[in-house]
Structures are given as structure tokens and as C-alpha cells.
């Protein structure tokens, strides 16, 4: 019974914070890559942000360079988002996403968690 929960979401204003949580259930967390992707209304999913299975290697979007910071905590089965300085163009709904330890495996999403940025 695989899950992935999101968090964390909310309304905050221009130059606000959040920190996203994403809580998994049913696999073997430590194993997997995990990601945030988002989708804004009318638009593709795009990238957000990943982080290596040890979490010693982090990529991000251009677009969230130098405000976002993707963490994960093995222990706790939980990968985080911290957006900081959020602009109207963040708004979005946010995705975690899990990559498998192998070519073979499944991949996993959350349902997502609403953020929305505006005055």
C-alpha cells in the first residue's frame, strides 16, 4: 500500500514562506530519489527540485534557484521543500515523486498539496 502524502501547502503572500513535507508509506524510502514537481493552472508539470537517495546530491529548477532547499530525513520517511521568498509565479499545486532503486521499478506520486502566492 504505497503512499506519498504531501504538506505544508497554503496561501502566503509575496516574499513569504512554506515548507513542504512529503511522508512515505509502503516502500523502502531510503532506496529511492525523490522530487518535487509542480503544475500551475493552464500549464505542464515542470521540475522542481531532487535529491539523491543519501541526499548528498540536490538539483534544482533555474526558476527556484537560491530560494527553494530540498532536504529528506531517511529516519522520519520524509523529503521536504522549503520555498522561501515566494513570488505569484510559484503559485502551483506541488508533487513529490519518487524514483525507484532500479530501471525496472515503479515510480510513485503524491497527490499533490495546493500553494498559492498572492497579496
Known amino acids: ?58 538539483t534544482y529548477a533555474d526558476s527556484v534557484l537560491g530560494r527553494f532547499t530540498m532536504s529528506r530525513d531517511n529516519s522520519k520517511n520524509t523529503a521536504y521543500l522549503q520555498m522561501n521568498s515566494l513570488e505569484p509565479e510559484d503559485t502551483a499545486v506541488y508533487y513529490c515523486h519518487a524514483s525507484p532503486p532500479t530501471v525496472e521499478g515503479q515510480t510513485y506520486w503524491g497527490q499533490g498539496t495546493q500553494v498559492t502566492v498572492s497579496s
Do not use: D, H, K, N
Open 1 to 58: 500500500q504505497v503512499q506519498l502524502v504531501e504538506s505544508g501547502g497554503g496561501l502566503v503572500q509575496p516574499g513569504g514562506s512554506l515548507r513542504l513535507s512529503c511522508a512515505a508509506f509502503g516502500f523502502t524510502f531510503s532506496t529511492y530519489g525523490m522530487s518535487w514537481y509542480r503544475q500551475a493552472p493552464g500549464r505542464e508539470r515542470e521540475f522542481v527540485a531532487t535529491i539523491s537517495r543519501s541526499g548528498g546530491r540536490i
